[in-house]
């Protein structure tokens, strides 16, 4: 029988997911179908019930029901609780397993695919909302020398560096924390800049060799302009960390990590 999975969402027509996963699973001759579900603000918990009823094995979860699939699970990995959100449901005899695999898509992407290594090296995350939340965890297993988080609202950066503070070295501040001090990798997390709005003031300088990374998708986004005027070489748009973490739900689902490169090249060209 065909395996199937989908991805959650409201909305979801914009979704990727399908192609990526489509993509993948012809990587590896896989028979499985995967579809995009709408599920209604208030129906996500009864629409997920449905799909593992007719024969789902895995979902990934977008906007805005990633609070509500944590809930939902029976288990959650630790980078899901880190997260405090959930991307990829997993379902089989156990129950239902939550993870989050936003991180570790970001990780692999920086480390395997750009070829920047975070050991030793000094990070500043712009931003403390749910995308930040999401990749702290993983950031620091990579064991960077510091990871500063900087915020508009500066409790929310305070609360995530004291909630992970046992996981690693990291710090918060308010945006102008940074100082024009020098980072080996910045990462933009907030939502400013979308629909080409400005990019957060922050004053950092991007050291030599460094990489500016926007979480954000779009070939010259505010901030990679901003990061270039502050000494960046090389910045680059979220593409690689999307397919990065449905690369690692697929590996989640089927015990086998798709190769991303291929995939990367088709996405910029769709
Ligand atoms: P997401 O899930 O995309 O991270 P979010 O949880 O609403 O969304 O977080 C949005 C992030 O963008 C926050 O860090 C937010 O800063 P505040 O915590 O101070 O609200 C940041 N952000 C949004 N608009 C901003 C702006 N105009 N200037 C600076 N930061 C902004």
């Known amino acids: ?4 999975y989908a991805v959650i969402g409201n909305p979801i027509a914009q979704s990727r997911s399908p192609l990526l996963h489509t993509a993948f ?21 009864e629409t997920v019930l449905s799909f593992i009823a007719a024969g789902g094995r895995g979902m990934n979860v977008t906007a805005p029901f990633k609070l509500e699939a944590a809930a ?18 997993k379902f089989d005899s156990e129950g239902i397993l939550g993870d989050n695999t936003d991180g570790v898509g970001l990780v692999g992407d920086i480390q395997d695919r750009l070829g920047v290594r975070l050991a ?30 900087v915020n508009r609202t500066v409790a929310r950066a305070q609360a995530l ?20 001090r020098e980072y080996d990798v910045v990462i933009h997390a907030t939502s400013a800049g979308l629909n080409d709005g400005a990019a957060p003031a922050v004053d950092y300088r991007v050291a030599a060799g460094g990489l500016a990374y926007d979480l954000a998708y779009g ?10 005027e502050r000494g960046a070489a090389r910045t680059v748009d979220g593409l690689g960390m999307l397919v990065g973490q449905a690369a690692e739900s697929y590996r989640i689902w089927r015990g086998v990590l798709p190769d991303v490169r291929p995939v990367l090249e088709q996405l910029k060209l769709a």
């Open 120 to 149: 030793g090296r000094r990070v500043l995350v712009i931003g403390a909302g749910g995308a930040t939340r999401g990749i702290l965890l993983p950031l620091l297993r990579a064991q960077p020398s510091g990871v500063l988080v």
């Open 161 to 180: 560096a004291e909630a992970l503070a046992a996981q690693g070295p990291i710090l918060a501040g308010p945006l102008d924390a940074a100082g024009g």
């Open 25 to 45: 699973a012809r990587q590896f001759g896989h028979d499985l179908r995967y579809e995009a579900i709408l599920a209604a603000p208030d129906a996500f918990r």
């Open 72 to 89: 939902l699970a029976d288990t959650l990995t630790e980078r899901a609780r880190a997260a405090g959100a959930v991307n990829t449901l």
């Open 1 to 4: 029988m065909t395996d199937r």
């Open 219 to 228: 070939e010259d986004t505010p901030f990679m302009r901003q990061a270039r």
